[in-house]
């Protein structure tokens, strides 16, 4: 019983940096851009909460901070993409190269400090539930934030008049434009909110997972999370699953190397990444591809005609 | 009002201007940051653009930092060009080390001439065989080969760390996670005694030319351009999109094998866990910079050289953070695809349409 609550608890925390991020890039790849940067607003947001938290004492005002510089990150892409019609690829990819060197550039101060981490809020009476109150009752706020922006993420996708154009956009964004949506509005609006996200996703990571800021310590999750968005067929309550499965795949390997097999550690740290390769392959082959169809417009760059 | 209106035809000196433009932008941004790190903007912008053309050493530096990037994006043009994006050169380069530099340490003490070209062909095939995972999946799953091409450089760069903690370790090497040195027939020949430069620089020429060859000349790279320019057409042109998937793939990677065997047994002399150190990535912006032109590359991939060597120096005279490189080639990055919206683009001023009375 305690092992399993470990091992789901340790799959949970492992899982939340990449919800975060998979739940901002879905709504940004709905509205029809594939912004591949994630990797790169996530580490901005790890340094700039890292940074924010360190300077204020205040674990909100970094929060806040990741989330703001997050959304800087993706409006800057927005700028490139949208305004200045640049390739969508080679923009995301940009957007990378750009993060990780700032991030190395704004923390080379920070590294080796460390902040208090984020206190866990524990529901009362709620979290002395046996089994279900350590997993579900007691956690960081990051954590039930996650939960809720995913669940508000979903709501407004499926039952809201803006989710409803915002994935008009995304489907076609001539038609879309032709009875009168503002197109490139509603982009860098989705593009904002994706960045601030996945400024959360590094947040969690600097501030409440481990409380210390090192180079590229989001070590390819960014791009895991865009993984997670195909696996979830651009479905949010999918991207839950997806990031929880990716998750567990994190955590058993901790979990292997603490049963002392004898394997070199190095193989145990490829499966994330082979994972991810599997179940891409899983998806992109499988005969149900259809209901799992990408956004029509998706990377597809907008140009108004007339 | 201001408004983009599409050239009929792509602006030839725009495509030529725009590096140039993006170049001087991404130098006024960098001394913008210089001047808030508390450095005086233009003595460092000197220290960058001149102390790698200061002494032979250092001109004999550019041809080693060159010659990679040169290499790589010459191999990912092709991809690029086509729509195909092979963004896990870094991964490729790795293996083809590992895999080339295995063979030199299996001969290890062996003096012949055939050892060398034997390690360049197995660095070259194991980069193939890296980027073929991508090319297979693709072609066979449709899985996309952004991702996985990305994902298999974290597995390159732990199966590299494994294997030179375990089966390729020095065994004098004091536990240290390193192989033996390359010597002898398995060190890469110099171009001149005293520096680091080596032959791998004539290949690099060797495979620009290659593609300009195949891109102006054969009918393999009017299929690349046109996949990438006009996909339905090529479609019914009757290419095979997948042939050319595995063609973009297979080159790019080989290439970028073999910039990892050459930098393994050159300028780095043995394998070890930090040998990655982001050439596959700065070969993306590279390609760009060069317009996936094959000379347009050379000299990119010189202009990038200079940002390493600039910055190495600026971080030792001026006190300058190391990271400063990385975001230097980030902003030539954006500059460079933002300013590509004035080669197909053109601004027109226009007057609000007034409605008639």
């Given at each position: 019983m305690e092992l399993a609550v470990n091992i789901i608890l340790g799959m949970m925390l492992a899982a939340t940096p990449l919800l975060f991020a998979a739940t901002g890039e879905l709504v940004v790849e709905r509205?029809?851009?594939?912004?591949?940067?994630?990797e790169g607003m996530m580490v901005i947001g790890a340094v700039a909460g890292f940074i924010v938290t360190a300077e204020s004492g205040s674990h909100l005002a970094g929060i806040t901070g990741a989330a703001i510089a997050g959304a800087a990150m993706a409006l800057l892409f927005g700028l490139m993409t949208q305004v200045l019609l640049a390739n969508q690829v080679a923009s995301g990819l940009a957007l990378t190269i750009f993060g990780l060197g700032l991030s190395a550039l704004l923390g080379s101060g920070y590294s080796g400090l460390s902040i208090p981490a984020l206190a866990r809020i524990e529901i009362p009476l709620l979290a002395d539930i046996p089994f279900f109150g350590p997993l579900l009752f007691r956690h960081e706020p990051m954590f039930y934030l996650s939960i809720l922006l995913l669940v508000l993420t979903g709501w407004f996708l499926t039952r809201t008049r803006a989710g409803l154009i915002l994935k008009a956009v995304g489907e076609n964004h001539d038609a879309a434009h032709a009875i009168g949506h503002p197109v490139v509005l509603i982009r860098l609006l989705a593009l904002a909110w994706g960045g601030a996200l996945a400024g959360l996703g590094?947040?969690?990571?600097?501030?409440?997972?481990?409380?210390?800021?090192?180079?590229?310590?989001t070590a390819g999750r960014g791009w895991i999370a865009l993984a997670i968005v195909v696996f979830a067929g651009w479905r949010p309550n999918r991207?839950?699953?997806?990031?929880?499965?990716?998750?567990?795949?994190?955590?058993?390997?901790?979990?292997?190397?603490?049963?002392?097999?004898?394997?070199?550690?190095?193989?145990?740290?490829?499966?994330?990444?082979?994972?991810?390769?599997?179940?891409l392959v899983a998806i992109s082959a499988s005969p149900s591809r259809a209901m799992l169809r990408a956004p029509g417009s998706l990377g597809r760059t907008f140009h108004a005609q007339g | 009002m201001i408004r983009l209106e599409r050239r009929p035809e792509t602006s030839r000196a725009m495509l030529w201007l725009t590096p140039v433009l993006a170049l001087v932008l991404t130098i006024l941004v960098g001394m913008v940051l210089f001047a808030m790190l508390g450095k005086d903007p233009l003595q460092t912008v000197a220290v960058i653009f001149v102390s790698p053309f200061s002494d032979l050493y250092n001109l004999s530096e550019l041809l080693v930092k060159a010659t990679p990037l040169i290499l790589i994006a010459i191999g990912l043009s092709l991809g690029f060009r086509a729509g195909?994006?092979?963004?896990?050169?870094?991964?490729?380069?790795?293996?083809?080390?590992?895999?080339?530099?295995?063979?030199?340490?299996?001969?290890?003490?062996?003096?012949s001439l055939w050892l060398m070209p034997l390690m360049w062909i197995t660095g070259c095939a194991a980069g193939m065989a890296w980027a073929a995972i991508p090319a297979f999946l693709r072609t066979r799953f449709g899985a996309n080969e952004i991702l996985v091409s990305l994902m298999l450089v974290y597995v390159a760069t732990l199966l590299l760390s494994a294997m030179v903690t375990g089966p390729l370790r020095d065994p004098d090497g004091f536990n240290f996670p390193e192989s033996r040195l390359f010597e002898g027939s398995a060190a890469m020949p110099l171009l001149m005694e005293g520096t680091r430069a080596h032959i791998g620089f004539f290949a690099a020429l060797v495979a620009a030319f290659m593609a300009w060859l195949l891109l102006g000349r054969h009918v393999v790279g009017f299929q690349i351009r046109l996949l990438?320019?006009?996909?339905?057409?090529?479609?019914?042109?009757?290419?095979?999109?997948?042939?050319?998937?595995?063609?973009?793939?297979?080159?790019?990677?080989?290439?970028?094998?073999?910039a990892g065997l050459f930098e393994a047994t050159g300028p780095v002399g043995q394998l070890v866990p930090s040998l990655p150190v982001g050439y596959g990535f700065t070969a993306i912006i590279v390609a760009f910079l060069g317009r996936l032109n094959p000379l347009g590359i050379i000299i990119a991939g010189f202009v990038m050289a200079v940002t390493y060597l600039g910055g190495e120096a600026a971080e030792i005279t001026m006190q300058l953070p190391n990271a400063?490189?990385?975001?230097?080639?980030?902003?030539?990055?954006?500059?460079?695809?933002?300013?590509?919206?004035?080669?197909?683009?053109?601004?027109?001023?226009?007057?609000?349409?007034?409605?008639?009375?």
């Open positions: 509205a029809g851009v594939l912004n591949l940067g994630v590094g947040a969690y990571l600097s501030i409440a997972r481990t409380p210390l800021w090192s180079e590229e310590m991207a839950l699953l997806g990031a929880y499965l990716f998750g567990g795949v994190t955590i058993l390997q901790l979990h292997v190397q603490g049963l002392g097999i004898a394997i070199p550690s190095q193989y145990l740290s490829m499966l994330p990444y082979l994972v991810t390769i599997a179940v | 195909i994006w092979n963004i896990g050169a870094e991964g490729q380069f790795t293996i083809g080390a590992l895999a080339g530099g295995a063979v030199g340490l299996a001969f290890h003490g062996t003096d990438g320019e006009a996909p339905r057409a090529a479609r019914f042109a009757g290419f095979v999109e997948a042939r050319v998937i595995w063609f973009c793939l297979l080159v790019s990677g080989g290439l970028a094998g073999l400063v490189t990385a975001v230097f080639q980030g902003l030539l990055l954006f500059f460079l695809l933002g300013m590509d919206v004035l080669s197909t683009y053109r601004f027109r001023l226009r007057r609000r349409v007034r409605a008639a009375t």
